[in-house]
């Protein structure tokens, strides 16, 4: 049987890397993908304890709603990589450090 | 050892590996494609988990949706991306990277931690929920259940969710439009 | 009523008379430098003030005193009072001082007109003369001894009116502190009565029966109706009285300052120190005349005699015009002196009229012939002294007036009869005489002394004429193509000469030419216990001094006035010792001058080195505490504050590190301090 530790150190594992990428990476797609891996670590925790719950079923419509959202986010955020690219030709964070025009 | 156990390990894996080499991969083409994997492998994991529901979700807008979109703004921001990229240092763990690596494996020591001090099996609402037989069962079907409780008991973040992503795609759209002819 | 109406209007002429010189001096003071106005507008007040004088005079002669006076200050109790007294002395003193001074200041107007600062010379000379009446006219000792530093201040000032020139410079710096000398000990004498009256008051102290009339001195004290104080005191008092009256009227010891002020212009000579301010030191004496005893009295006769005495040898071989005239002043200021300390009050003061006439003409004369012999140095560019009478000579054709009068002034100097001067001086030997009589054979000798001063007067007021008048004209003789354009000069020369031979002549004072009994004058002044005595004396020294001068006058005109004639020998111990003034300045140089100097240089040298060095060391001292200070300043205050902001910049710089603007730097900080906080967590 799998138990819950399994699942929680898994997702540990997951959201470190997410961390890792977040921080390190020099490309805002990059850091967008590390931001997917944390997201899919917490919804693995949340399907992971959601297996208890039979009547409400409270974590699994959270991880659903965890994933609707991170689409919504993953699309705001590429819009804006996009106009972030458009106006100062890179998407390396740590070149954009203007809130100015 | 059951093949159950098997399966988890070997998806649990293929999600760590394929996350590692897309944190580590320079390349960010690849870096993309080795997150499907990772989104697969999560997939399957859920599913471990049964909560075949979400997995199914997870594949869908995820792969369908999220992975697709940041292949278009991957191919829409253009080549030069690739090419600064490509002048970053080939090595690993660099000078640059040695904070963040010492960072995200002290975090993970502190979550192991914390996972482990937690105990999550013995936690006493997932006791009582395993005495009631609350626990969802391998061969049960939820997929009634949780639509029913969407459109009864969390009906109202449902629709507060459905008009975010409405906002959202609209923002996102707006966006990304071209300049100078709003 | 009548009465205390009549004082009022005394009072207010009297001082409007004093008052008058004073405006002009303000006004002068304040008129351009060459303004000719000047001297017709002192000469106008001095005017009036001679107008108002003699009004005062006809007023008070002879008749009841008057005395005004109100509060002037008060001092814990005591109150001190100013005012006017007017006896026979001082409106006798005031008409004096104005009537000599008027034709002074005409003769001024001509004498000064090329002068750079006319105004000024005008401003001095009525400032003196309204010192000169205040002073005799005021009641207060205290005021009186203002007025008399005031007399002395204008005396200075007037000495050195030609200030550039070094010869002035040093004889007004001498009078000044002679004077000074003179000043303590009329202060230190003010000092002493008012200890011993207290009170300022002339008429209460110096009266008939006033407060020194009623002291005496009893074992070693002396008692005065307010209380007692050692009679040491009041030998102090005298003493310094004394020497006030010694620096003023040029007596023996204080006397060397006199011959040196001729440097000032020789109408300041005639006003000032012949006629009025030398006279003030005998007016002190008449003021407080109640105060001396017998013995001092009988020192204050030696003093005069001897002074008399020192002054015409003295006179005999001086060669300078004004230097003569000078010590003939000095000599006459001692017969005065002398006859106050034989008692002879009277003739003391007749005899200071007279001789103010009689030398101010003197003066004036002098004036007139050291200006044409100026003129004729001028105009022949010629390197000569213009007051050395041994360049003169002749000069009574080329200036006949002048010769006429300065004849008249010499005869009353000498004392012959028919002039002014006959009458006082004769007065004075015939009381000295008198005097000596009822004393021991000793005291003798100072009548006799008095009696050759007169002869040795007759001589060298001889000497002086002949030199001047007679004879030939010697410059010519060592400078024969010289030219010559002398004349006695404008009427305002010729006015003030004939003026003062007038007044030296006997009428004016007594109508009996022989008797200086029947003068008017004495009359008024002598005391009431005045006794005609009818002594040999009276018929006797007459006789005796005038039959002798006469010899002398013709041994004189024999020696000086006649060609080829007799010379002394200039090399004798007497010549020497006379032509040295008696060595008197030597004497001071080398006892009081040189001291003091070395004195003041080893004061100088401890000024310098101990005093100056002291404030040098402390500067220096406090000059390395202030490096010192700045150095900490600098290196700890300074560096302190430099530590806080280069701390505080570390910090700043430190801190701005953070806000990078990098949004992945800020993520991984805030996760290290979750970190941390864990950390602690776990540690805690």
Known sequence: MITLTDFLVVSAVLFCIGLYMIVSKRNAIQILIGIELILNAAILNLVAFGKYDKVNNSGQIFALFAIVLAAATTAVALAIILNVYRRYKTIDPNDINKLRD | MTLVRVLFYFLSFIAIVSALYAASSKNLVRSIFVFFVTLFALAGLYVLALADFVAVTQIVIYVGGILVLILFAFMLSGKETLNVIKQQNSRIISLKTLPAILLAALFFIVLLNVVLKADADNLPWIRESISLKNEITPNAIMIDNIGVNLMTRYLLPFEAISILLLMALVGAAHLSRKEGKA | MEDFLHSIQILNYTVAAVALPLLAALINFCLPAKSKAAGWISTGAILLSCI????????????????????????GKTEVFAGVLLNNLSVLMLLLVSVIALPVHIYSTAYMKNDDRYNRYFTYLSFFCFSMLALVVVDSLVLFYAFWELVGFSSYLLIGFWFTR??????????????????????????????????FDIVQLFAEKGLIAQSIINNGLWVGPTGQI???????????????????????????????????????????????????????????????????????????????????????????????LAYSTISQLGFMILAMGVGAYASSLFHLATHAFFKCLLFLVAGIVIHQMQHIKDDNELDIDPQDISHMGGLRKKL????????????????????????????????????????????????????????????????????????????????????????DGSWQYKLPLVLLAVCCLFPLFSLNPFSFEHAWLFKGLKSANFVESESIYHTFIPIVVNVLSLFVLYAVYAIYARPNSFAFPQSGFLYRLSYNQWYIDDIYKRFIVKPVLRLGSVCFWIDRRVIDGFVHLLAHV????????????????????????????????????????????????????????????ILI
């Open chain 3, 230 to 324: 050692p009679a040491l005191w009041q030998y102090v008092a005298c003493g310094g009285i004394f020497l006030a009256v010694a620096a003023k009227s040029a007596q023996f010891p204080l006397h060397t300052w006199l011959p040196d002020a001729m440097e000032g212009p020789t109408s300041v000579s005639a006003l000032i120190h012949a006629a009025t301010m030398v006279a003030a030191g005998v007016f002190l004496l008449g003021r407080v005349y109640p105060m001396f005893t017998e013995t001092e009295l009988t020192v204050l006769a030696v003093i005069g005699c001897f002074t008399a005495f020192m002054a015409a040898t003295i006179a005999l071989t001086q060669n300078d015009l004004k230097r003569i």
């Open chain 3, 622 to 681: 406090s000059g390395y505490i202030a490096k010192l200070s700045a150095w900490a300043d600098q290196h700890i205050v300074d560096g302190f504050l430099h530590l806080l902001t280069r701390i505080v910049q570390r910090i700043g710089n430190f801190a701005r590190k953070f806000q990078s603007g990098k949004v992945q730097y800020y993520l991984f900080s805030m996760l290290v301090i979750v970190l941390l906080l864990f950390v602690l967590k």
């Open chain 3, 52 to 75: 108002l004088s003699a009004k005062v005079f006809a007023g008070v002669w002879n008749n009841h005193e008057v005395h005004a006076q109100h509060l002037w200050f008060t001092i």
């Open chain 3, 166 to 199: 070094d010869k002035a410079v040093q004889a007004n710096k001498k009078a000044f502190i002679m004077n000074r000398v003179g000043d303590i000990g009329l202060l230190t004498a003010i000092i002493i009565l008012f200890a011993q009256y207290h009170t």
């Open chain 3, 400 to 487: 006949p007036l002048t010769f006429i009068v300065a004849i008249i002034g010499a005869l009353a100097l000498v004392g012959l009869p028919l002039t002014s001067g006959y009458l006082s001086k004769d007065g004075i030997l015939i009381q000295a005489f008198d005097w000596s009589e009822n004393r021991s054979g000793w005291f003798k000798i100072i009548p006799i002394m008095a009696l050759l001063t007169s002869w040795l007067t007759t001589f060298y007021v001889a000497r002086l004429i002949f030199k001047v008048f007679f004879g030939e004209f010697r410059l010519l003789k060592s400078n024969p193509d010289i030219k010559l354009h002398i004349n």
